[in-house]
Structure formats: C-alpha cells, structure tokens
Nanobody
C-alpha cells in the first residue's frame, strides 16, 4: 500500500511560480512511475506531467511544456512539480498519482492563479 501526501499550492498572480510536493510512504517508491493530474472547475481531470521510477524519463501535457518541471527524489520518497509562468487557466486542484495504473492518489491541493 502506498500513501501520498501533498503539500504546496495556494494563490499566485499570473506569471508567478509555485512548487508542489508529493511525499510517498513505502519502501518501493522508486519502482513506481508517478504523475501529476489536475481538475479545473467544471472540467474533467487531465494529465499534467509524469516521471518514470528512476526519474530519467519525463512527460508533459502540451499545455504546460516549457513552464512546468516534474522531478523526484527517490532518497526522500518525494516527487515535485515546479510550476513557472503560471496562467489563470492553470487554476485547478492538482493531484499526484503513483502506480502502474495510477492506483494511488493524493488528496489534491488547490492552485489558484489570479489575472
């Protein structure tokens, strides 16, 4: 069983930056691919970024490519999402997920970008 605890998020002006963290329990953290998803009001949850278990491979939605950076520190069982040049359309609840079929989810953290 893996538990994911999120931190970070909050209110920021457009053009600003935020960093999200996702701390995982369990000794097999490095064996799991991990990802960030988000859900904006009235919209479906969407993939934002993903990272392989080793951290070598990363994947991004086109909407965040060049602005967001996903990373992980397997020694600390933690994944990060550095969000720069934030836009109002990035406003959403952000979730971290882990596992082959995204079996494990964090509870979500709200990111609000004001114009």
């Amino acid at each position: 069983q893996v538990q994911l605890v999120q931190s970070g998020g909050g209110l920021v002006q457009a053009g600003g930056s935020l960093r999200l963290s996702c701390a995982a329990s369990g000794r097999t953290f490095s064996s799991y691919a991990m990802a960030w998803f988000r859900q904006a009001p009235g919209k479906e949850r969407e993939f934002v970024a993903g990272v392989s278990g080793s951290g070598v491979s990363t994947y991004y939605a086109d909407s965040v490519k060049g602005r967001f950076t996903i990373s992980r520190d397997n020694a600390k069982n933690t994944m990060f999402l550095q969000m720069n040049s934030l836009k109002p359309e990035d406003t959403a609840v952000y979730y971290c997920a882990a596992g082959k079929d995204w079996d494990y989810w964090g509870k979500g953290t709200l990111v609000t970008v004001s114009s």
